[in-house]
């Protein structure tokens, strides 16, 4: 297996770091790094600055980023807004949409994360909208009926492996007119996302190996041309007349006020040319065979209870009688990294099936074997964790 691990710098800085969080945040290769370096060494110029020889390639190179990221879900320019990250996209979409939608219904799963729930909440809580909480891709479809407006779900989950099937649940959204919002923060490290399957989605660059504080927000253009912006400031605006009356630039810049965070900007475009570079079929055969051969081996710990299955990529699991954020600060103070807890899906306890917290392995592309061996060791000695607590 290729050693992918000499294209991340946090690899050469800490070689003996056993990192298995990646579902909160990836490492950064090479060349996203040096996309930031470059921007602020060769060419630190505000796109205001736009008389002037480095303004237009400025402005020129963040209209082909903006190209590059929506491309990446197939989508068009005039469909992608750069935000601070998928919660920022989340917020900003919740309440776009809740200046449109008064009344009628809107389903989340018990896997959502709390930021593909909460600002909906917040939003239409005021609203003639019922709230519907919903299981396995069978459950979402038969809930989606004539007064469902939006569903707001993810693609990926951050905890338990359901699959739900995009294309099928889209075309049942059409349907019923009902708006499909995708949050795609897991799954577009993974596999393909595309706007071809929702009318909006939602993800950040710092899970795909890119910059932290930025991401996307991707709305279908026959419903952004119906959704007014929620921030305001410099860059948007056309003219201010008298009174409250002014015009904003017919451009995406209208969602985008202010100095946009152009290093980052950058850095983003890096990270979707390095996920091209390396290809999904490379990246989900490499992580599926780690994620089988760190199954089989949690499996072989005494006292183990698992909850994934064999091939997912997040694996949860217990310890019976230790709490799993002593597990995890355990491995965390052997430069062994995993989270515990319930990854801010809080939902799912509802669910009599699940706990109400694990222990969480969530792996990229660079893990290797080596890597499953050192965390599964230091797990089968028991006794250590009696030292530890």
Excluded at 194 to 202: G, L, M, P, R, T
Excluded at 219 to 228: A, G
Excluded at 247 to 273: C, D, Y
Excluded at 298 to 324: Q, T, Y
Aim: aromatic share 12%; charged share 20%.
């Amino acid at each position: 297996m290729k050693d992918f691990k000499k294209m991340f710098p946090m690899f050469k800085y800490n070689p003996d770091i056993v990192y298995l969080d990646n579902a909160a945040l990836a490492f950064k290769p090479y060349e996203v790094i040096e996309a930031g370096n470059e921007f602020y060494e060769k060419y630190s110029i505000s796109t205001r600055t736009a008389d002037s020889t480095l303004g237009i390639k400025v402005a020129q190179d963040l209209q082909i980023t903006r190209k590059i990221i929506a491309n990446f879900v197939d989508a068009n320019e005039n469909e992608m807004i750069f935000t601070s990250g998928t919660t920022d996209s989340l917020n900003q979409v919740a309440k776009m949409l809740s200046e449109v939608i008064t009344e009628g219904e809107i389903i989340f799963t018990y896997y959502n994360h709390s930021s593909n729930i909460v600002p909906f909440i917040e939003n239409f809580k005021n609203k003639n909208i019922k709230f519907t909480y919903v299981d396995s891709n069978e459950e979402l479809l038969a809930a989606i009926n004539e007064n469902t407006k939006i569903v707001a779900m993810p693609q990926v989950t951050n905890n338990f492996h359901v699959y739900y099937n995009m294309k099928e649940i889209y075309q049942t959204c059409k349907k019923y007119g009902t708006i499909l919002v995708n949050d795609a923060a897991q799954a577009v490290v993974h596999e393909k996302v595309s706007i071809n399957e929702a009318d909006v989605i939602v993800f950040s660059s710092n899970k795909l190996f890119g910059p932290t504080g930025m991401g996307a927000l991707v709305i279908k253009e026959s419903l952004i041309d119906k959704l007014s912006p929620k921030k305001w400031g410099g860059g948007q605006v056309q003219a201010i007349g008298s009174g409250c009356d002014w015009t904003s630039r017919n451009t995406m810049v209208r969602f985008e006020p202010g100095t946009p965070n152009l290093a980052g900007i950058f850095q983003f475009k890096a990270a979707i040319e390095f996920i091209n570079k390396v290809g999904y079929q490379t990246i989900q055969d490499t992580e599926v065979e780690i994620a089988k051969y760190l199954y089989d081996e949690l499996m072989k710990v005494p006292n183990l209870e698992m909850a994934s299955h064999r091939g997912d990529r997040v694996l949860l699991f217990n310890l019976k009688n230790i709490p799993a954020q002593d597990v995890a600060s355990f491995l965390g103070h052997r430069n062994v990294y995993v989270r515990s807890g319930t990854f801010c899906a809080h939902k799912f306890k509802e669910l009599p099936k699940y706990n109400n917290s694990y222990i969480r392995a969530s792996i990229a592309f660079y893990n290797t074997k080596e890597d499953v061996d050192h965390i599964v060791s230091l797990l089968k000695h028991g006794g250590d964790f009696l030292d530890f607590l």
